[in-house]
């Protein structure tokens, strides 16, 4: 990325950062929960999705995924960092706790600007990771901290649109 541009915390340019929901697992019917497994190649990959009962545990609205969100892999080792963003989802879904939200604020930034390099800093993310092997997490505030470079509104959208 060029020097040039200012840098911007994560955390200023998101209207949501937060993890996913403890689900109650059902087999079938229910929302849709999209786990670590669905993210994988920066994309997101509904096979491997399961489903919870909202009934037994609710799942609150700023928690269901919407278009643009960034999906973050924040637990374990070989899938922490891991980045995708959801493009349009065939039904309402959510994502459990091991996957974190990142929702970019349209206001401060081109939301699939943020995308891109979120996905391009998937290195540094996965760096972030604390605690012992397997048992690694990536802690919010840490997630919030990473510094974006953000040139102007036209940039991020000729960047956006390549």
Excluded at 39 to 56: C, E, G, S
Excluded at 118 to 144: D, H, K, V
Aim: proline share 7%; charged share 25%; with cysteine.
């Amino acid at each position: 990325m060029a020097g040039d541009f200012q840098k911007r915390r994560l955390g200023e340019l998101c209207s949501f950062l937060n993890r996913g929901v403890a689900p109650a697992y059902v087999d079938s019917a229910g929302l849709l929960v999209l786990n670590q497994k669905c993210i994988r190649d920066q994309r997101v990959v509904l096979a491997y999705a399961r489903r919870t009962d909202p009934a037994r545990k609710p799942v609150s609205q700023d928690r269901l995924i919407q278009p643009h969100d960034i999906l973050v892999n924040s637990t374990g080792t070989g899938t922490l960092g891991r980045v995708a963003q959801v493009r349009d989802l065939p039904e309402p879904a959510t994502v459990d706790s091991h996957v974190t939200i990142v929702r970019p604020n349209p206001d401060a930034v081109d939301p699939v600007y943020l995308g891109y390099v979120m996905r391009w800093f998937e290195p540094e993310i996965e760096a972030l990771g604390e605690g012992s092997t397997g048992q690694t997490e990536l802690s919010r505030a840490r997630l919030r901290s990473i510094e974006i470079p953000l040139p102007g509104r036209s940039r991020q959208r000729a960047i956006a649109h390549i």
